[in-house]
């Protein structure tokens, strides 16, 4: 079993910042790519920032500039840091991360949601 779990949204006036949390916990040989996706209503979900084990980073082109993406690897933990923001980023937040538990089996898993609400 692999457990995602998010935490840090809330409720943020335009142009403040939420710093996006997320630990991966469970039975875990390795983890690959991790990132961030969001979901808005009737939506898909897409992606918003995703890193990789050498901590490659990449962006959808209306997060870049504001948003940042990290990871601490001792800590199976990914962290999304949410400048600047606007309500059009309003949404539900997820994690994704991709999980070996063992040298041959894994997959990709996801968390359960945090809510972002950019609003005066």
């Known amino acids: 079993q692999v457990h995602l779990v998010e935490s840090g949204g809330g409720l943020v006036q335009p142009g403040g910042s939420l710093r996006l949390s997320c630990v991966v916990s469970?039975?875990?040989?390795?983890?690959?790519?991790m990132g961030w996706y969001r979901q808005y209503p009737g939506k898909e979900r897409e992606l918003v920032a995703q890193?990789?084990?050498?901590?490659?980073?990449d962006f959808a082109d209306s997060v870049k500039g504001r948003f940042t993406i990290s990871r601490d690897n001792a800590k199976n933990s990914v962290y999304l840091q949410m400048n600047s923001l606007k309500p059009e980023d309003t949404a539900v937040y997820y994690c994704?991360?991709?999980?070996?538990?063992?040298?041959?089996?894994?997959?990709?898993?996801w968390g359960q949601g945090t809510q972002v609400t950019v609003s005066a």
């Open positions: 890193i990789s084990i050498t901590s490659t980073t």
């Open positions: 469970g039975h875990i040989f390795s983890i690959s790519n």
């Open positions: 994704q991360a991709g999980v070996r538990t063992s040298a041959t089996t894994g997959g990709f898993y």
